[in-house]
C-alpha cells in the first residue's frame, strides 16, 4: 500500500510569515495525527483527527496554529504567523482506528523560520 | 500525563558489540509500548508493540521486552545498517507519547 505523503519537503521561511504543510494518508484509515520534532527530541502530537472529527488539540498553540482534515481524507495543517521557536520537522501519521501497529508516518516537512 | 525517558542518549558501538537501550515509562493505564527506528529525514518507522510485563518480540538482530516500568530494546550482533535513532512510546487513552529517543552508531 501506498504510504502517507506529505508537502513539502522542506520550507524556509521568515517569522511572522505564513505557512502551509499538506498531508494525504493511506487509504482506509481513519484516524489522522500532526506531529511535531524538534531537533534532538521526540514527536509531540500536535492534533489528532478520527475522520472529520478533532479527537485531541490540547497541545496545539491555538493562536498560530490551525488544522482542518477535508472529507475524512486530506489534511492541512497552518501556522500564521510563525516564529523562530516552530523550527521543527511537522510529521503527519495515519492509522486504522485503535490500530495495534502503531501508527505510519509520513517524511515529514522540515521547517526552518529565519 | 503520560512521560517517556530513554537513555542513553547515544550510544556507539563497534559492529558486533551488543548493547541494551532502556525506555522507562509512566502512564495511567498502558494500552500498548511501541518502539520505532527513524533515519535521518525520514519519519519513524514501526518496529513492535509490547502489552504487558514479560512479553517478548523479536525481528532480525533487535529484541524488545518488557516489565510493568520499563522497556529495553536489545541489539544483538549489530551491523551499520541499524545506526539509527530509536524511539520508544506509550499509548494510554488514546495518542501515543514519545520518549527523545537513543541514537546508536555502529561502526564496522
Known amino acids: 500500500e501506498a504510504g502517507v505523503a506529505q508537502s513539502p519537503r522542506y520550507k524556509i521561511i521568515e517569522k511572522r510569515q505564513s505557512v502551509a504543510f499538506w498531508c494525504n494518508p493511506i487509504s482506509g484509515h481513519a484516524t489522522l495525527y500532526w506531529y511535531q520534532q524538534i531537533l534532538g527530541q521526540g514527536p509531540k502530537l500536535l492534533i489528532q483527527f478520527q475522520n472529520n472529527g478533532v479527537v485531541d488539540d490540547s497541545q496545539l498553540p491555538k493562536d498560530r496554529f490551525s488544522a482542518e482534515r477535508l472529507k475524512g481524507v486530506d489534511s492541512t495543517l497552518k501556522i500564521q504567523p510563525a516564529k523562530l521557536e516552530d523550527s521543527a520537522v511537522y510529521l503527519c501519521a495515519s492509522s486504522r482506528q485503535d490500530s495495534n501497529y502503531g501508527y505510519t508516518f509520513g517524511s515529514g516537512t522540515r521547517l526552518t523560520v529565519v | ?108
Open chain 2, 1 to 108: 500525563e503520560d512521560q517517556v525517558t530513554q537513555s542513553p542518549e547515544a550510544l556507539r558501538l563497534q559492529e558486533g558489540e551488543s548493547s541494551s537501550l532502556n525506555c522507562s515509562y509512566t502512564v495511567s493505564g498502558l494500552r500498548g509500548l511501541f518502539w520505532y527506528r527513524q533515519d535521518p529525514g525520514k519519519g519513524p518507522e514501526f518496529l513492535f508493540t509490547l502489552y504487558s510485563a514479560g512479553e517478548e518480540k523479536e525481528k532480525e538482530r533487535l529484541k524488545a521486552t518488557l516489565t510493568k516500568k520499563e522497556s529495553f530494546l536489545h541489539i544483538t550482533a549489530p551491523k551499520p545498517e541499524d545506526s539509527a535513532t530509536y524511539l520508544c512510546a506509550v499509548r494510554g487513552d488514546y495518542k501515543l507519547s514519545f520518549g527523545a529517543g537513543t541514537t546508536v552508531t555502529v561502526r564496522a
